[in-house]
């Protein structure tokens, strides 16, 4: 069974900042080992992060997120799930894994998301368990 994972805002933010294990996941993700799955408002997110705490220009947003469209699958949220978690912008990447059917959220937050462990059947996984998971499941 493929793994269905949503990746929060930090997550992508550091695959695309830096390298290591969230760009790892996202490279999962790209090459198709594991389906990726977005919202617009996940992407919103990012771009507002990208042009604040890494001086992006508009054009550099545009084609990061244009390249993470390619692979990640968009679904759609209607922002009216709330209350979810202790950090509300949370609410969005949990009804974007709820939406999508997704077995995995990926989150480098460990005061609010990782501390749920699982939200309705989904793990809630920090990118080096999702790397082990991944390698664990891998055929021989």
Not at 40 to 69: C, M, R, V
Not at 105 to 116: A, G, M, T
């Amino acid at each position: 069974m493929k793994l269905v994972v949503v990746f929060d805002t930090s997550v992508l933010f550091s695959a695309i900042g830096w390298k290591g294990k969230p760009s790892q996941c996202v490279q999962f993700a790209c090459g198709g080992r594991i389906e990726g799955i977005t919202c617009t408002e996940i992407l919103d997110e990012l771009a507002d992060k990208l042009s604040i705490k890494l001086a992006f220009s508009n054009q550099q947003i545009i084609e990061t997120i244009g390249s993470l469209q390619i692979f990640l699958k968009p679904v759609a949220i209607t922002g009216r799930m709330t209350g979810l978690c202790a950090d509300p912008k949370d609410d969005m990447v949990l009804e974007c894994a709820l939406a999508a059917g997704a077995t995995q959220v990926v989150s480098s937050d460990k005061k609010h998301l990782l501390s749920l462990k699982q939200f309705r059947g989904i793990d809630i996984v920090s990118p080096a368990e999702l790397i082990r998971l991944i390698e664990a499941t891998a055929p021989a």
